[in-house]
C-alpha cells in the first residue's frame, strides 16, 4: 500500500511538471510566433558574432529572471530568488525548445543548416519566446477558471437547464473570437514575403506536420495550460464544444481568415493554382491558429 502510494504521488508530481511545461510553451506560442515570421530575425541571426549571442542569452536570462520575480509560468511560486533563478532556466529552456521546434518546422534550420548559424536564430528567435512563458502567469492566469469551479452548485444547475439556449450563442461567440484573433494576426504577416519564401522550401511532408503541430499547440493553449476560462470552456455546450471538435473546428476557421488575407492583400488571386493556395494558407494558418486561441481565451 505505502508503495502504491509512493508511485502514485510521484505520477503525480510527474503530471503537474508537465502541465507547468505544456503552460509555459504555450504562453511562449503566444507571445513569440509573430516574430518567427519575420526574415530580418532570420538574416541577422545568420551572421551575428558568436560573443553578442552570448550577451544576447546573457540579457534576456536577467530580464527572464526580474520578470519570474513576480510573474513566471508556474501557478505555485515559492518567491525566493534561487526558486526564481531556476525558473528563468527553465523559461529560458522552453524558448529555446520552442523557437528550436519551430524553426526545423518552417524549414529555416535544416540539416544542412550550419550550427553557428542555426544557433543564431535559435538564439534570436527564443528571445519573445522566453519572454512568453515569463509573463504566462500575470497575463493569462487561471483565476477565472477557478472561480468558475467555487460556482454556486444552483447556479451550475440552472446553467445546464439553458443548455439548449445557450448552445447557439457559445456557438457563435467562438466563431466570432477564432476569427477575430486568426485575422489580427494573418493580417501582420499575410502581405509580407516570408509566407512565400517558406512555401518554396517546404515539402508536402512538412506542411502535414505543420498542420498536425498548429491543432496540436490550439489545443494545449485553450484546453491544457490552465489558462483563464479553461473549466469554463470544457463545460460549454456549443455545437463544437468538445475539446477535439473545438479544436478542429477553430483551425478550419483559421484556414479561412489565413486564406482571405493572401486573398485580400493579392499575394493570391482566383488564377493561381491549387496548390499555391493551400502551401500559402497552411503556412499561414499556423500563426493565425494561435491567434484564433488567444481570441477565444479572451471570451
Not at 158 to 176: C, E, M, Q, V, Y
Request: glycine residues 8%; contains cysteine.
Amino acid at each position: 500500500m505505502v508503495k502504491y502510494l509512493i508511485k502514485y504521488q510521484r505520477s503525480n508530481i510527474w503530471t503537474s511538471e508537465l502541465l507547468e511545461l505544456i503552460r509555459g510553451a504555450s504562453g511562449g506560442f503566444l507571445f513569440g510566433i509573430p516574430l518567427l515570421y519575420t526574415m530580418e530575425v532570420w538574416w541577422i541571426g545568420s551572421y551575428i558574432e558568436p560573443p553578442l549571442l552570448l550577451s544576447i542569452l546573457a540579457v534576456t536570462y536577467v530580464v527572464v529572471l526580474l520578470l519570474n520575480r513576480s510573474d513566471g509560468f508556474r501557478k505555485n511560486k515559492q518567491g525566493g530568488m534561487l526558486d526564481a533563478a531556476i525558473e528563468s532556466v527553465e523559461a529560458l529552456g522552453i524558448g529555446i525548445v520552442c523557437a528550436t521546434f519551430t524553426l526545423i518546422l518552417l524549414r529555416r534550420i535544416t540539416g544542412e543548416t550550419p550550427l553557428d548559424e542555426a544557433l543564431g536564430k535559435v538564439i534570436f528567435e527564443s528571445v519573445p519566446f522566453s519572454l512568453g512563458v515569463a509573463l504566462t502567469r500575470s497575463l493569462l492566469s487561471g483565476e477565472s477558471a477557478t472561480s468558475d469551479q467555487n460556482e454556486n452548485p444552483k447556479t451550475q444547475q440552472n446553467t445546464h437547464t439553458r443548455k439548449d439556449k445557450i448552445s447557439f450563442k457559445d456557438t457563435l461567440a467562438d466563431i466570432s473570437a477564432t476569427l477575430i484573433g486568426a485575422m489580427i494576426v494573418a493580417f501582420n504577416i499575410a502581405p509580407t514575403d516570408e509566407i512565400p519564401m517558406l512555401a518554396a522550401a517546404t515539402s508536402p511532408p512538412w506542411l502535414i506536420a505543420i498542420i498536425i503541430a498548429s491543432l496540436i499547440i490550439s489545443y494545449g493553449i485553450v484546453f491544457v495550460a490552465g489558462f483563464t476560462n479553461q473549466q469554463k470552456r470544457h463545460a460549454q455546450q456549443g455545437l463544437f464544444q468538445t475539446p477535439e471538435g473545438e479544436t478542429i473546428f477553430s483551425y478550419l476557421i483559421s484556414l479561412l481568415a489565413a486564406a482571405l488575407m493572401l486573398w485580400f492583400f493579392h499575394r493570391l488571386s482566383f488564377s493561381d493554382p491549387w496548390f499555391l493556395w493551400l502551401r500559402y494558407t497552411l503556412l499561414l494558418a499556423l500563426p493565425a491558429t494561435i491567434g484564433g486561441a488567444a481570441g477565444r481565451l479572451a471570451i
